[in-house]
Structures are given as C-alpha cells and as structure tokens.
C-alpha cells in the first residue's frame, strides 16, 4: 500500500513559478513509475508528466520547457516544477504511482489545487 500527500498548490500570478511535491509512504518507491496529472473544472484529467525509477522523464507536449518533473527516492518524494504559469494551467494537480513491474498497483494522492491569476 502506498499513500500520497501532495502540497505546494496556491494561488499564482501569470508568469510565476511554484514547485509541486508529492510525498510517498510505503516501501519500494523507487520500483514505482511517478507521474503528475491535472483536471481542470469540466475537464477530464490528463497526463502533464511521468518519470521512472530510473529517472527518465516523460512530458505532455503543452507543458514541455515550462514544467520539470524530478524524484528523490532518499526522501520517497517526487516533484513538479511550474515555471511561466498561465490560466489555463489553472487545476487540481494529482500525484499517481504506478508499480513498473505489476501494472495493477496504482495510488493516486487527493490533489492539491493550482490557480493562476492576476
């Protein structure tokens, strides 16, 4: 079993940064694949970047340059760096694990809310 806090949403202007993090309980993170989803009002959730054990990094192609996802397996934490934040990034951003050898194991953090605005 494996639980996921995130925090370091808020409220941002246009153009500022924030760092997202997602902290893991549980034994093994490493053998787990780390992504960030967001889901904006009346939208369904979608993929912003996943990254492996072994640290390869995948991201979806509106956030590429402005968003870096990063782990620190010593700390059993994963992040989200934010940078040049625009509205339409505004969502509740979600941490999901996923065990890269036994694909039925999956956990997914409560969110924690983004908004950017002026």
């Known amino acids: 079993q494996v639980q996921l806090v995130e925090s370091g949403g808020g409220l941002v202007q246009p153009g500022g940064s924030l760092r997202l993090s997602c902290a893991a309980s549980?034994?093994?993170?490493?053998?787990?694949?780390m992504g960030w989803y967001r889901q904006a009002p009346g939208k369904v959730r979608e993929l912003v970047a996943t990254?492996?054990?072994?640290?390869?990094?995948n991201y979806a192609d509106g956030v590429k340059g402005r968003f870096t996802i990063s782990r620190d397996d010593a700390k059993n934490t994963v992040y989200l760096q934010i940078n040049s934040l625009k509205p339409e990034d505004t969502a509740v951003y979600y941490c999901k694990a996923e065990h890269m050898f036994r694909s039925s194991l999956e956990y997914w953090g409560q969110g924690t809310q983004v908004t950017v605005s002026s």
């Open positions: 990254i492996t054990g072994v640290g390869i990094a």
């Open positions: 549980g034994s093994m993170f490493s053998l787990y694949r």
